[in-house]
């Protein structure tokens, strides 16, 4: 299915400016119902999406979302049903935001709309087409999106990793039996892992096939670092290769998109890198009463007490004569990581436990992340799912518990990073944060740019920060063109919102030139958000550069944002922005404005006095 494809950055970019310029409509949190009431715009089937009985549909909100409360699908005319329902069946972020709102007595929250759906049922090998209404509160609708068609895939060729031996009795090592299987795997090819733990080393994907991890089936990591063999530098001008993965699709030689093409992994499988013990408590009931495993905290002192995986690979780093904080730094291995790939699409599986990061998505274009669980706190550095110098990349339908950054983008570091592409491009929807350093996350490497970034109808619960930019002035670049909107938070355990140049990481190695322009962060949207509440005495808003080598951040505007039981805010080192409608309730202090060094800046369009 191909006839449709993802918008591209430059669309992205464009709906981007459109809602910077106030070109396209707003609308406050208690808006009354709209006078136009727009059709959905930009449906689409992201790349990868359709097999030969399923495919994903998307379409872009619009602004005014204050009175819609739901879509209506359709195809060939026929009602497939509400987007909210169809989220219910799919989604593991769904039950979560409906408890989150069921919490809600007050209705303070922002109500976000699900803008995706799941058509089930199709045949292979046909054609179908889709539209989508607006439904609004009082009971109208919209008129219907521009009509799409889309063409379900052939029914593919299927082999099993059993039948070249592989095991699921979590004691044999399986690396050579399943290796065997994906190099048989022929274009379009689909690889099914049956239920049972498939003990494993690193392995090597290839372009045109899909890794199917079906219900009961695990990928458990080996612990032993000798099956992890240096397969990368993070960077070209890096100087340590890092270890491979669990799963894999690298050429060290090449990393330019196109390298490889056309991966999919999917099902409801799990991965599991075994990289940490669990805590002595093991596992917590969460708040829909879902168990969540927790692995142990640890640093580069005691991984030898704490680490499984990255105890074994720190310590064989350590005998090979690299410093402790360098082996801790760059020789542990992420759970996925692709890199150079032209159309990826992750699905319905459970990340969990990562000796280093979880999925990484490095150079690659087209790429869509639906349905994952992420499981990976408190393991250190687990991040769950970052892109470095990635283009046109989906986020939707996520559940996230991490040990690190639950969403993160990265674009390198120092002078030298300017030979590379930026990170550009990316659309976050309809996910479930929680307990993550930060929910959205620009940097800390931004030295090739971080730009067109817009994360919306999101819920965030109990992460360390929700929007969260972070970088040094060395490292150079910044972020830019960053929209967060029409997203809901609560019980953030920090603050709702760091843009910070003072960011620190007692692990990474410092191995590039400076750059020449320090960094800075400028077109900044969050609009339509509410802040339910923080549970530490950080500022609500903290904005901080570094006027003193001249890096100003600008143009940041809050709009519509509502806050309730937060600290008053720090801002410094801002020029040219604007706060408007910006509110505070049971305020923890007698002032929300604090100002220092800010040039050009109005709050409900009064200049901010020095």
Not at 199 to 217: E, P, V
Not at 246 to 256: G, K, M, Q
Not at 308 to 330: F, W
Request: hydrophobic residues 35%; neutral net charge.
């Amino acid at each position: 299915m191909r006839i449709t494809r993802s918008p591209s950055y430059k669309t992205i970019k464009t709906m981007l400016l459109l809602m910077a310029t106030g070109l396209m409509a707003t609308t406050p949190q208690a808006s009354a119902a709209p006078m136009n009431k727009q059709a959905p715009q930009q449906l689409h089937v992201p790349a990868l999406s359709s097999d030969d009985s399923s495919l994903m549909l998307v379409w872009q909100a619009p602004e005014d979302t204050g009175d819609i409360v739901d879509y209506l699908v359709y195809s060939e005319g026929k009602l497939l049903g509400k987007a909210s329902e169809n989220n219910d069946r799919f989604s593991p972020a769904k039950p979560y935001i409906n408890q989150f709102y069921a919490n809600d007595k007050d209705r303070f929250s922002h109500r976000i709309v699900i803008q995706n759906f799941k058509v089930t049922d199709l045949k292979p090998e046909r054609q179908y087409s889709f539209t989508v209404k607006a439904l609004y509160a009082d009971g109208t609708q919209s008129d219907a999106s521009q009509s799409i068609t889309a063409k379900t895939t052939p029914l593919p060729a299927v082999i099993n990793i059993t039948d070249f031996g592989a095991k699921g009795d979590s004691t044999t090592l399986n690396t050579k039996a399943i290796q065997q299987a994906i190099d048989a795997c022929q274009p379009g090819c689909r690889l099914d892992v049956p239920a049972g733990v498939y003990k494993t080393g690193a392995l090597w994907l290839k372009s045109d096939m899909t890794l199917n991890l079906q219900a009961g089936s695990t990928l458990l990591g080996s612990d032993d670092p000798a099956d992890y063999p240096p397969a990368y530098r993070l960077y070209s001008y890096s100087t340590e290769m890092r270890p491979a993965s669990l799963l894999n699709a690298i050429d060290p030689e090449h990393a330019e998109p196109g390298t490889f093409r056309n991966i999919r992994i999917v099902g409801p499988g799990v991965i599991d890198g075994n990289g940490w013990l669990r805590q002595k408590s093991a596992e917590i009931v969460d708040e829909v009463g879902n168990r969540l495993p927790q692995y142990i905290s640890s640093n580069n002192r005691e991984v030898h007490n704490d680490g499984i995986l990255a105890k074994h690979q720190v310590a064989k780093a350590v005998a090979e004569g690299v410093p402790l904080q360098i082996a801790y730094g760059q020789r542990r291995s992420s759970l996925v990581t692709l890199r150079g790939v032209e159309n990826v699409y992750l699905a319905d599986f459970t990340a969990r436990n990562p000796a280093f990061h979880g999925v990484m998505l490095l150079e690659s274009h087209n790429v869509t992340a639906n349905n994952l669980i992420h499981q990976t706190f408190d393991a250190n550095n687990g991040d769950g799912i970052e892109f470095g110098n990635s283009q046109n990349v989906i986020v939707m339908n996520n559940f996230f518990d991490t040990g690190d950054d639950c969403i993160n983008f990265a674009a390198g570091t120092g002078e030298k990073a300017r030979e590379q592409p930026s990170m550009k491009g990316a659309w976050l929807f309809n996910n479930y944060l929680r307990r993550g350093h930060g929910a959205v996350v620009t940097g800390s490497h931004t030295g090739a740019w971080i730009e067109d970034i817009l994360a919306e109808n999101n819920v965030i619960y109990l992460t360390d920060v929700g929007l969260r930019a972070k970088s040094t002035t060395d490292i150079g670049g910044g972020a830019r063109n960053i929209t967060f909107r029409n997203n809901a938070m609560r019980d953030i355990l920090r603050q709702p919102v760091i843009l910070t140049l003072n960011y620190s990481d007692p692990n990474a190695k410092i191995d590039y030139p400076a750059a020449k322009e320090p960094a800075q962060f400028y077109n900044v949207l969050v609009q339509n958000v509410t802040v339910q509440g923080t549970l530490g005495d950080k500022p609500a808003i903290e904005i901080k550069g570094n006027s003193e080598k001249n890096a100003w951040h600008r143009q940041i505007r809050f709009n519509n944002v509502h806050f309730n039981n937060v600290p008053p805010t720090a801002i410094s080192d801002l020029a040219d922005s604007q706060f408007d409608q910006v509110t505070f309730s049971h305020l923890r202090g007698d002032d929300p404005w604090h100002f220092n060094a800010v040039r050009n800046v109005t709050v409900d369009g009064k200049p901010v006095a020095q």
